[in-house]
């Protein structure tokens, strides 16, 4: 597989010509803040208009990239998402519609500048990271999200707005996931 900064580097270029607000979320985002791990996909986190989607389709390079139309737009319409694949690096991206949802907006417009591998694009924050971790935790009693949250809050420790990130999870529900989090993995 191939490094991951010619995909994305390709996508911001892609994303930002279609003026498509993004971010980097998932993996990734958890790696700059915490402790990095293997991947083989790299989330973002969209929140195009209907014509910017289909700007953004049109100009997808068809001998680089897979991306099926038809899904694309079906997500656009659920806010759910759809995959883009690199067909020469071995990338599969994911193209998350933003939610409906006020976490979801405040996520996306707290976004921060970052450098990842080599190429400046912008990431969800710590907190925000976290959260979505937790709600992914809770989604797929997954044990490796809550030890990405345990790594982000190993490395970020006090810098962290703990207070932020206790609302949202009171909002949320995340409450168990949260604590588990905190708590020596068993």
Not at 34 to 44: A, I, K, Q, S
Not at 59 to 84: I, K, Q, W
Not at 133 to 146: D, P, V
Request: net charge negative; proline share 5%; aromatic share 6%.
């Amino acid at each position: 597989m191939t490094p991951a900064g010619p995909i994305l580097a390709q996508m911001l270029a892609l994303l930002e010509r279609a003026g498509i607000p993004f971010m980097v979320a998932g993996s990734f985002a958890s790696g700059h803040h915490g402790v990095p791990r293997m991947t083989r996909d790299l989330d973002l986190v969209i929140d195009p208009t209907r014509d910017q989607l289909v700007a953004f389709l049109d100009a997808v390079p068809v001998d680089a990239l897979y991306v099926d139309r038809r899904a694309a737009l079906e997500a656009l319409g659920e806010r759910s998402m759809f995959n883009v694949i690199d067909l020469h690096g071995g990338w599969k991206v994911d193209l998350i519609v933003r939610k409906a949802r006020a976490f979801s907006r405040e996520e996306l417009a707290r976004r921060q500048p970052a450098v990842l591998e080599g190429v400046q694009l912008p990431v969800a924050t710590a907190e925000d990271t976290i959260v979505a971790k937790l709600e992914w935790a809770r989604r797929g009693r997954s044990e490796r999200q809550l030890d990405d949250v345990r790594g982000i809050i190993g490395l970020q420790g006090t810098a962290l707005d703990r207070a932020y990130i206790e609302r949202w999870v009171a909002e949320l529900g995340l409450g168990a996931e949260w604590r588990a989090a905190q708590a020596e993995p068993g």
